[in-house]
């Protein structure tokens, strides 16, 4: 069983429409998380930061839910732009270099 | 903004070769980090470092060495290409938990 797990999807989902995805974690010391976006043959670029209250950017939502192990990312209104590969991270330690990535779930967004 | 750069952005090598990866970040992080990354496959670790001529392997260290003289430079080599060394590299330094990543190598191996 991987460490961290995504629904590879695609998700092909129409302009303007709400989207969400699932990563779980397998550890259960795990202590930051985040949300990673990576465009086609480009670098990963950090989204966003997913704290235990849940945080919101935009039309970006994160969740983590520690007793079930997962964080989720919402896209609300979504855009043409949004089409990317989303990437969910897991550190042990808060603070710590070292990270652990999903496989990433890829969104098409159409006209 | 932090930034990471990589020397090359495509490579082309003969099976045999010895090659070097180059990454250079500009904001004075302590962890830096390789992966290579293919299809289906997803990020894979190779080597990290936390500290300067610090290292630890990852998940993939075989056929790879790394090199950390100063803190801003993390090297990757190759000290033999193969082919199934083909993939994209991509470095990466972190603060806090958060990666930030260069535009990656795409190494061929012929």
């Known amino acids: 069983r991987k460490e961290v797990e995504q629904d590879p999807g695609p998700f092909n989902v129409p302009e303007g429409a709400t989207v969400a995805f699932n990563c779980t974690y397998s550890n259960s010391a795990s202590q930051s998380f985040f949300w990673y976006r990576q465009d086609c043959r480009k670098e990963p670029k950090l989204l966003m930061s997913?704290?235990?209250s849940g945080n919101e950017d935009g039309r970006f939502t994160a969740q983590l839910n520690r007793a079930s192990q997962y964080i989720s990312l919402l896209i609300r209104d979504s855009k043409l732009s949004d089409s990317a590969t989303y990437l969910c991270?897991?550190?042990?330690?808060?603070?710590?270099?070292?990270?652990?990535f999903g496989d990433g779930t890829t969104l098409t967004v159409k006209p | 903004d932090v930034k990471v750069t990589q020397s090359s952005r495509y490579l082309v090598k003969r099976t045999g070769e010895k090659v070097f990866l180059e990454c250079v970040q500009d904001m004075d992080h302590e962890n830096m980090f390789w992966y290579r990354q293919d299809p289906g496959l997803g990020l894979r670790l190779i080597y990290f470092s936390y500290d300067v001529k610090m290292k630890e392997k990852g998940d993939i260290p075989e056929g790879y060495s790394v090199s950390r003289e100063k803190k801003e430079r993390f090297s990757l080599i190759l000290e033999s290409a193969s082919t199934n060394q083909t993939s994209m590299y991509l470095c990466?330094?972190?603060?806090?938990?958060?990666?930030?990543f260069g535009p990656g190598t795409r190494l061929t191996v012929t």
């Open positions: 990466a330094s972190s603060l806090q938990g958060r990666q930030y």
């Open positions: 991270v897991v550190n042990v330690w808060a603070n710590a270099g070292k990270s652990t």
């Open positions: 997913v704290y235990s």
